[in-house]
């Protein structure tokens, strides 16, 4: 009997169109192997959204993702939609709207060297020996979800400092955030070295303080798991300098959405990093890259970062592990014969295996 899968499409804007038809071409390829069919449902969010809708969130575009087995986002944004004006919808407003409307407080993002990309990354291939790191993100809190606001600045006026304006957005935390990201993260370890490097700012912030003291109440329920407190500054650092010694990073919103593209670098090129994002809802995977509007259309971006997406999206939500491991080897094997889209390419590429988004995910699916 076939299995029906509902799987919630987000093209979004960019090259986003580009590399979620070919996430479409190799699910289909899988479920033809595997018996499943998988039953494709596309929905606007981002700046395309705003375009029809006037929204960036549609509410068409959350029942949809309500009812689905998986959300799958491509990418949103660009400089049409980029404004200063808090009247004016904008694009990532609909990313953290669905993110926030799912429950998804878990974002997951894997990274890991691929051998034949080594020459790709801007480290030393000696600095990249061993990495292998899950960088857990709390996604739901902090920064990104506080008060914020404008207003005229009569303090600065009162005190001398000329009349002007005041922007504000508040870093707020609960206990309860806190504590279920870090159990997250903990029970990630068990599953892999078992270290967890928790990044904070508590020497300044007293948020952080508050993210320290929660995290090390829940580590005492994972004596099995080592912990080490790390400031964000300091990971910076580390992460270009010995990227190997992380296992798990746990950390907030900002931090994590900062130092996650930093370590995607490691990897050679942002096209190369998938994420999954978990919590009480429906599961949403996206590429960690933005839209790339520069090279939209011209059938050049890589779209193995989708791919790896569908391949958490396959292990987490799906229960298609064994489909799950069949791709990713499917990925290696194509980088392992030397395949390259041009963001991941270098001076030793042959021009003749340099191709583009389409011819990419065809040798994918030829390997699966």
């Known amino acids: 009997m076939t299995r029906s899968v509902r799987i919630c499409l987000l093209p979004g804007d960019g090259i986003g169109p580009e590399i979620t ?8 390829a899988i479920g033809e192997r595997r018996g499943v069919e998988f039953d494709f449902r596309e929905a606007l969010l981002g700046g395309v959204a705003i375009d029809e809708t006037g929204s960036p969130l549609p509410p068409k575009t959350l029942a949809e993702a309500h009812a689905a087995d998986a959300v799958l986002l491509a990418a949103i944004g660009g400089p049409k939609w980029d404004t200063t004006d808090p009247a004016k919808p904008r694009p990532e407003q609909g990313l953290l709207g669905i993110r926030k409307e799912l429950g998804l407080y878990a974002n997951l993002r894997p990274v890991r060297i691929f051998a034949p990309l080594v020459g790709a990354s801007s480290l030393k291939p000696e600095a990249l020996e061993g990495v292998d790191m899950l960088i857990v993100r709390e996604l739901t809190g902090g920064l990104y979800f506080g008060a914020r606001g404008r207003e005229a600045d009569a303090l600065g006026a009162a005190t001398g400092g000329g009349a002007g304006r005041r922007a504000y957005d508040t870093l707020d935390y609960r206990e309860y955030e806190i504590e279920r990201i870090a159990r997250t993260a903990f029970e990630a370890a068990r599953g892999r070295r078992s270290k967890v490097h928790s990044v904070d700012k508590a020497n300044v912030l007293e948020s952080s303080r508050l993210w320290r003291e929660v995290v090390h109440e829940v580590a005492r329920d994972y004596a099995d798991v080592e912990l080490i407190d790390q400031l964000v500054d300091n990971t910076a650092m580390q992460l270009v300098r010995r990227p ?28 190369m990093l998938a994420s ?11 590429p960690s890259h933005g839209s790339a ?73 030829a390997r699966l």
């Open 293 to 365: 509007p520069d090279i939209a259309g011209l059938g050049v971006a890589n779209p193995l970062a989708m791919l790896l997406s569908v391949e958490m999206m396959l292990r987490h939500s799906l229960g298609m592990q064994e489909a799950s491991d069949a791709l990713s080897d499917a990925i290696a094997r194509t980088l392992d014969d030397g395949y390259r889209t041009r963001d991941i390419a270098d001076e030793n590429t042959d021009a003749a295996l340099l191709v583009g988004t389409v011819e990419m995910g065809d040798l994918v699916v």
């Open 21 to 28: 038809r070919e996430a479409v071409k190799v699910l289909r």
């Open 244 to 271: 190997a010694q992380f296992d798990v990073i746990v950390t907030e919103n900002m931090f994590g959405d900062i130092l996650s593209d930093e370590a995607s670098m490691l990897t050679g090129s942002l096209g």
């Open 276 to 286: 999954a994002s978990l919590g009480d809802g429906t599961a949403l995977y996206e």
